[in-house]
């Protein structure tokens, strides 16, 4: 792993740590705890992956296993005008799923 000079947090760092703490990943699977709720959150995932197959014909290799997250760049300047780039990201499904996405848009 490089080491950067300024601090940085990866998402599989940050992803371990949400499902290490008391909330079980909930953040990334519709409010569910993973410990409670296994086939809950198998059928979310598979619902949402069936419902994008209509906007990317490309299947999941494991859809009920399978956690969606959106992932944004965007390149900018910094204070000294020296480019920078920026990139994050947040789960599809929100915390109340309820078959809304974390979005404007619906893919149903």
């Known amino acids: 792993m490089n080491v ?3 601090p940085v947090m990866y998402l599989s760092e940050w992803m371990k740590a949400a499902f290490k703490d008391s ?3 909930a953040f990334f699977l519709g409010g569910y705890l993973l410990s409670e709720s296994l086939p ?3 059928s979310m995932l598979t619902e949402f992956w069936d ?3 209509y906007v990317d014909a490309t299947p999941a290799r494991d859809p009920g296993r399978t956690i969606p997250i959106y992932i944004h760049g965007d390149e900018g300047r910094g204070q000294v005008k020296r480019p920078v780039m920026v990139c994050s990201f947040q789960p599809c499904i929100g915390w109340d799923y309820n078959g809304q996405l974390n979005s404007k848009k619906n893919l149903t």
Do not use: L, M, P, V
Request: proline fraction near 0%; aromatic fraction near 8%; charge should be negative.
């Open 23 to 25: 909330s079980e990943g």
């Open 51 to 53: 419902h994008h197959q």
């Open 4 to 6: 950067a000079q300024w």
């Open 40 to 42: 809950a959150i198998t």
